[in-house]
């Protein structure tokens, strides 16, 4: 969870545009609610996803669902 908290304040730092939303639903699972996400939801923000838990050696699914090209539900299970 920490890590995904850390991940979000440093597009905060980074950004000036969109916002994320999490909810952290039960434990093991975390939802990431995109708005106005310019980057690639798909490969950038979806990848950044992926290689973060393989770096910390965590197995994790993630799902994307992407209401259009900018906003989208990331759902992560691990």
Known sequence: VLVLLQGAAARRQT????????????????????????GWLESQVRGSAEGTFEAIKVEARIDLRLTDAYNGVMDITW
């Open 15 to 38: 950004c000036n545009y969109g916002r994320w939303e999490h909810v952290f639903s039960q434990p093991g699972r975390a939802i990431i609610h995109h708005y106005e996400e310019y």
